[in-house]
């Protein structure tokens, strides 16, 4: 009878964390849909300080940080454009694992003494830590969709820019009045541009590498690349290359499309499943219950 209830808590925590998942996902997407109004005067000495900040050696020995380990954290999150420091992050996640454990160990307790959790439903304790958990401990899989999906947004913008340029190809423009006229055509690259042309002056290889840089993207490096080209050569040769970059854009949006498509078939699969499994719950569990006890009594 123990072991039938503690299978009844584990399937209410599953079906909670799973309910905690989808509300976080469809908040997400709700926010992303609320317009911003963009701000004049952007704070960069806090996000500059996150950046260079470098944790005593203590704290790394504590938490157990390797170089190579901080090494791919540090290009993940550069590539999911965050301004926070490697070490930084690390230290956070894996306070906030240890913090996830304990939250769980105490949901656990609590199902015996429910003032631990100050009459909270333990339930909702064990499913919100367990989902923490997760959600922290295979946090590299989570950077890497999010650093592919800000991939495929600036993949969008660079085509978008690169076909604008190639319409200004037989313009008398430089490169940066070019350039400017294309800002409006980008959502994500918008305030890299903006800030690489504010930077052109002072020294346009520098603001082309602080580019590549602050996007931290492989088609940004060859988009730097190629602005960098045309500064220096402005010839319709680099333009015919250009043309070729728009088209190798072309195949990864056409590609990214594809994938999009098979990625919600899945979920929609995973969905389908949902209700049967809420049926086995409600119908099903019922009369395993009866059997079980049938079966004790038997014996």
């Not at 599953?14 to 926010?31: E, I, M, N, R």
């Not at 170089?67 to 590539?79: A, H, I, N, S, V």
């Not at 958990?133 to 295979?138: A, E, L």
């Not at 940066?176 to 055509?185: D, I, P």
């Amino acid at each position: 009878m123990v072991f039938v209830q503690s299978q009844l808590v584990m399937l209410q925590a599953f079906s909670y964390a799973t309910l905690f998942v989808f509300a976080g996902l469809a908040f997400y997407h709700a926010l992303q849909t609320v317009p911003s109004r963009p701000k004049r005067w952007r704070p960069r000495h806090g996000a500059a300080a996150l950046t260079s900040m470098e944790l005593p050696g203590w704290c790394l020995a504590l938490f157990v940080m390797k170089p190579k380990k901080l090494e791919q954290k540090r290009q993940l999150l550069q590539g999911c454009g965050m301004a926070l420091h490697a070490q930084l992050y690390e230290a956070i996640r894996r306070a906030l694992l240890g913090l996830c454990v304990a939250g769980f160990v105490l949901g656990y307790e609590a199902l015996k003494y429910p003032g631990l959790t100050l009459h909270v439903q333990p339930v909702y304790v064990m499913a919100g830590a367990a989902t923490g958990f997760i959600f922290g401990f295979w946090d590299e899989k989570l950077l890497a969709q999010v650093k592919d999906r800000r991939g495929q947004r600036i993949v969008r913008d660079i085509y978008a820019v690169s076909r604008q340029l190639l319409f200004y190809a037989e313009s008398r423009r430089n490169v940066h009045e070019k350039l400017s006229l294309c800002v409006l055509q980008t959502t994500v690259l918008r305030p890299h541009l903006q800030l690489l042309l504010n930077e052109w002056y002072q020294g346009a290889e520098e603001a082309i590498a602080g580019f590549k840089q602050r996007v931290g993207t492989e088609e940004a490096h060859s988009f730097g690349e190629t602005l960098n080209a045309l500064r220096l050569h402005d010839h319709a040769d680099y333009y015919q290359l250009l043309r070729h970059r728009v088209q190798d854009y072309k195949d990864k949006i056409e590609l990214i499309r594809d994938t999009k498509k098979e990625t919600v078939s899945y979920v929609l699969f995973v969905l389908a499943g949902l209700p049967i499994l809420n049926t086995f719950r409600v119908f099903m569990y019922p009369w395993i219950a009866e059997g079980q006890r049938l079966f004790h009594s038997i014996n």
